[in-house]
């Protein structure tokens, strides 16, 4: 028998046709060592959570009784009295206990001998943080579903300056709430800021995104572009011919500006001496050095007083001299000097040496042909600087006017 199987198995071999020679694989060093895994693959959702039940946990309860409590300001108080009924309510469906102290300012949790979820009391514990928060119970309720969390960003030591945190902030806020009611929107989440925190409630994937734009918004990359993304990232999802593919030809790629900043001018450094300065002296160095430590205390006394009857007399010799001042005649001035410079001012004695000679000789040959050539005699007032020619009369006008008479008062 196994002979005619050996011969059977050696014919089929020489008749099966030889197999084509297959490329070598390339395998990445980083992975060589790794298994494909049967129970991973393409159609299972990772961000899918299984929703537990008491059947599943086979009717066993908890072995020991966990609590968190944490502590809320004062002006939330009024809130959380008013809606803890609903709290205790809500959180009785899971078998969770809940006290709020008024006095001390906390809220309590803990498990009970009913507790099935060991899960439910962590979301219980979130639950009474956000109502810390200022997060309204409508939306802080949310979180006590299976498909459903929580996350407190803190931004406020992501700024160094307050004024800067302050304006990014409301950046992230907008103008009457709308840039915090779009990224809601695209991110189906709850979102509030509050202090130096952003409180958000939403599913995982949503969460992921707020956390990412709250970050940029606060290292100074304005949210508009990360709403811009997501919108384009949603409409090419509602795309079936386009879900497969790469989307990083239709994502906007958005470059910084480089601002050119003010250059601060850095002081050189002061040279450090080797020595530490001298000491400022003291009194008793002072009254050593002039020798008055070793004076008796009536020389003293007396060294003083005579420095005081010093300083008291120049005082008044000050003042005597400003009294003095005030009775002392001004000067008066000179006569003659007033003459001299009348006398400059009409051009006679000394004044005539500012006259330009040459413009006067100049003006009378001009004078001087005039004459010639009108043919009349030249009189005094031709030649004398500043007379005024008269009048000639017309030929045929001898008339005289007559003489306007005086009227007598």
């Excluded at 943080?129 to 200022?134: F, G, I, N, Q």
């Excluded at 006394?301 to 008044?316: C, F, N, T």
């Excluded at 005539?352 to 005039?370: I, M, R, W």
Aim: hydrophobic share 35%; glycine share 6%.
């Amino acid at each position: 028998m196994s002979d005619s199987a050996g011969k059977d198995a050696g014919e089929a071999a020489q008749k099966a046709p030889e197999a084509p020679d297959k490329e070598p694989v390339v395998v990445n060093k980083n992975k060589q060592y790794r298994r494909p895994k049967p129970w991973d693959h393409d159609g299972i959702d990772h961000w899918k959570i299984d929703a537990i039940t008491q059947e599943d946990v086979g009717g066993r309860t908890l072995a020991a009784e966990t609590s968190f409590s944490t502590l809320f300001p004062k002006y939330r108080e009024h809130y959380l009295r008013e809606w803890w009924p609903k709290v205790t309510s809500a959180l009785k469906e899971h078998h969770i206990d809940c006290q709020l102290d008024l006095v001390e300012g906390s809220m309590t949790v803990r498990t009970t001998r009913k507790t099935w979820d060991p899960f439910i009391i962590i979301k219980s514990r979130d639950l009474i943080k956000l109502l810390a928060r200022s997060v309204p119970f409508q939306a802080a309720i949310k979180i006590l579903q299976d498909d459903m969390a929580s996350e407190v960003i803190k931004i406020g030591n992501i700024v160094s300056t307050k004024e800067r945190f302050v304006k990014r902030r409301q950046r992230l806020i907008g103008p009457s709430g709308n840039t915090l009611k779009a990224i809601e929107l695209l991110t189906e989440c709850y979102i509030l800021v509050q202090g130096n925190t952003v409180s958000a409630v939403g599913k995982h994937k949503g969460l992921k995104q707020v956390r990412q734009v709250v970050l940029d918004c606060m290292n100074n990359i304005h949210p508009i572009y990360n709403i811009k993304t997501m919108m384009i990232k949603r409409e090419l999802m509602a795309n079936d011919a386009l879900k497969n593919e790469s989307w990083d030809r239709f994502l906007p790629k958005f470059k910084k500006k480089n601002i050119k900043k003010k250059k601060v001018k850095i002081q050189p450094k002061r040279e450090k001496a080797l020595f530490p300065p001298e000491p400022t002296p003291s009194k008793v160095d002072l009254q050593l050095a002039s020798g008055e430590y070793f004076l008796k205390e009536d020389e003293r006394q007396a060294k003083i007083k005579k420095q005081r009857q010093e300083d008291a007399k120049v005082a008044s010799d000050k003042k005597k001299s400003a009294r003095a001042k005030e009775y002392v005649a001004p000067k008066e001035a000179d006569p003659g000097a007033k003459k001299s410079k009348s006398k400059k001012k009409k051009g006679d004695g000394d004044g005539d040496a500012g006259v330009d000679v040459e413009k006067v000789k100049a003006k009378l040959n001009k004078a001087k042909k005039s004459v010639a050539k009108s043919g009349a005699s030249a009189g005094v007032s031709d030649f004398v600087l500043g007379a005024k020619p008269k009048k000639r009369k017309a030929e045929g006008s001898s008339e005289k006017k007559p003489k306007k008479k005086k009227q007598l008062l």
